[in-house]
Every structure is written in structure tokens, then in C-alpha cells.
């Protein structure tokens, strides 16, 4: 008969099996420090490897800001060169004055440049921005009249690209480049319907007469379209000016020229807009007598190339490495 305690016999364990049992648990236990211990040196030689690849590139990096931008692609000999204004023209941009402005003022200063090309692909931009390039293009022609400055045009130079372009000796396109739209405008939109449909009460609150100017949930008032074409009219007339004090006689006498339309190429040269067909490289070697081209253009320095891919790389090396701790 069972007492209390006891266990029926079935249930009771042999010193075999009980050994057997914590030969297991001991085998477990160290299994499982064993893979603790791998896992733990992996994630210590990826930090390792890490922060050894961030070394390597914080010293490559150094060596690019303390080396002389361009030092080597200067020739010593005679050469052309060159400022290029891509994109639109803007105060932030690639375009902006103050960079376009520096290159051209390096060429300018270079004993060894016979002549400058201003390669321009730009739909406009800005025409203060503009202005400032046109402006200082003609001081440093008044204070070196031997040096040439001549623009090629590539697919497009419009608006404020043509303002900048006049200031040149002489204007190049291809044949099928897009040149012109003398002009200026202004966009905006009206929403007044649209929220008086979606039960939007309009709520501004202005401390003079035009503050709200021109404001697109607001129906427009013919004062402030009469003042807006007034001014849109003073900066075009500008633009007017500086086109013919610029092009002079070789303009046609054609009222098209200054209403906001753009022509090929091929019809630019017809209208006095453009002196002929070519290109850089024809205009190097037979216009200005210097084959070899040399690259003026400001370019982002390599501080900050360098910082925009090492802060890529840092976060995908962070990511990857959180991605194989959590596995």
C-alpha cells in the first residue's frame, strides 16, 4: 500500500537516469554560452571593422581637402577656358552668381587663358541673379579688352540664360538649340472657388492696405494687377535694354524678338540673336587659337562631397550592423 511521499514504482527515477539527465542539462548550458560567446565576437569584430573602415575614410578625406583643387589638370602651356552655367539661375542653385562669378573671374586672372567660353544650358532663373553675372562680365572686359569671352550655347539658354549671354563678344549655338524668350513673368493660383465649395472661411490678418497682395484665396483686385504689370513691364523693359546695348546693330528689326517666343538656333542666327553655329571645341580652336579647354567652373568642394557620401555610408554600416544583432 502507498503511503504519502511515496512515488508508485513506475515513477520512480534510477541513479542512471538521473545522471543521464543532468549530463543533458549540462551539455545545453554550455552549448548555449558556447554560441553566446561566437555571436558576442562577431558583433565585436563588425564594430571593429566598422569603425577601422571610418578611419580609413576620415584620413582619405583629409588628403582630398589638403590637396589643391585642380592643381594638376592646369596645363602650363597657352589655353581656353571655360565657365559653365547649367541648370536654372538661381541665388541657391548651381547657376548662382556668386559661382559662376568666381569662375569667371579666375579666367579672367590667368595668365595662360587666351580667351573664355561661358558654355550655358539653362532655361533662366533669376534676373537679379542674372544681372550680377551680366554686370560683372562687362567690368572685367573694361579692365582687360585683349581677353575674348564668348558663350556657347548647348540645348537651351532662355530668359535669364540670355541676359547673361549678351554680355559676351560674340554668341554660338547648334542649330537645333533653343535661344530666346526675352521676357518676364510671374505665376500664381486662385482658389477662391474651391474653398467657398469646400466651406473654407479665408482668415488673413495684415497691417497695410496691399499686405495680402496678390493673394490666391482672395479674388483679384485690379490695382494689384495693374501694379504687378507695371512692374513686370519695368523689369522687362531692363531686359530690353541690356538685349540691344549687348547685340547692338546685328539685331533685326523685329518686334517678335522681345515679346517671350524662342527659336532654334538656325533661326536665331537669322533674327541677330546668335553669330553663327559651333561649338566649344570649334570656337577654342579656330575662334580664340587654344585647343586645350580648361574647366574654371566652381565645383562643390571635396569637404562636402565627401560629407554627403560618408553620412550615407555611416547610416547604411549603422543599419546594416543593428540588422545582424537582431538576428
Not at 539527465?21 to 553566446?36: G, I, M
Not at 581637402?65 to 602651356?77: A, D, I, Q, Y
Not at 482672395?218 to 501694379?227: G, N
Request: charged share 25%; glycine share 8%.
Amino acid at each position: 500500500m502507498a503511503t504519502f511521499g511515496d512515488f508508485p514504482p513506475e515513477h520512480k527515477q534510477s541513479p542512471q537516469s538521473s545522471a543521464a539527465d543532468n549530463e543533458h542539462w549540462e551539455r545545453k548550458v554550455l552549448r548555449d554560452l558556447a554560441f553566446a560567446s561566437i555571436k558576442e565576437q562577431r558583433t565585436a569584430r563588425r564594430w571593429s571593422y566598422t569603425f577601422k573602415f571610418l578611419i580609413l575614410l576620415y584620413f582619405i578625406a583629409l588628403f582630398l581637402v589638403t590637396k589643391p583643387f585642380g592643381e594638376s589638370s592646369l596645363p602650363s602651356g597657352p589655353h581656353t577656358a571655360l565657365v559653365e552655367v547649367n541648370g536654372v539661375i538661381a541665388a541657391d542653385a548651381e547657376a548662382s552668381a556668386d559661382r559662376v562669378v568666381t569662375g569667371i573671374r579666375d579666367a579672367f586672372e590667368s595668365t595662360q587663358a587666351k580667351g573664355l567660353i561661358i558654355r550655358m544650358n539653362t532655361p533662366g532663373g533669376s534676373p537679379v541673379q542674372s544681372g550680377v553675372i551680366n554686370d560683372e562680365i562687362n567690368r572685367l572686359k573694361a579692365s582687360r579688352p585683349d581677353f575674348p569671352v564668348y558663350v556657347v550655347i548647348q540645348d537651351i539658354c532662355a530668359s535669364g540664360g540670355y541676359y547673361i549671354a549678351v554680355a559676351a563678344d560674340e554668341i554660338y549655338a547648334d542649330k537645333a538649340s533653343i535661344v530666346g524668350s526675352i521676357g518676364v513673368r510671374m505665376d500664381s493660383f486662385g482658389f477662391t472657388e474651391a474653398i467657398d465649395k469646400l466651406g473654407v472661411e479665408r482668415r488673413s490678418l495684415t497691417a497695410g492696405e496691399h499686405k495680402a497682395f496678390l493673394d490666391p484665396f482672395m479674388p483679384l483686385k485690379e490695382e494689384d494687377v495693374a501694379h504687378t504689370h507695371e512692374m513686370l513691364n519695368t523689369i522687362h523693359q531692363q531686359f530690353i535694354d541690356v538685349v540691344k546695348a549687348g547685340r547692338g546693330d546685328r539685331l533685326k528689326n523685329n518686334d517678335d524678338i522681345f515679346s517671350g517666343l524662342f527659336w532654334s538656333g538656325e533661326q536665331a542666327v537669322e533674327l541677330g540673336l546668335v553669330d553663327g553655329l559651333a561649338n566649344s571645341s570649334t570656337v577654342a580652336r579656330e575662334i580664340i587659337g587654344a585647343e586645350d579647354i580648361v574647366d574654371y567652373t566652381p565645383r562643390p568642394s571635396y569637404l562636402d562631397r565627401f560629407a554627403g557620401s560618408l553620412g550615407v555610408t555611416i547610416s547604411e554600416t549603422l543599419l546594416r550592423n543593428q540588422y545582424w544583432n537582431l538576428r
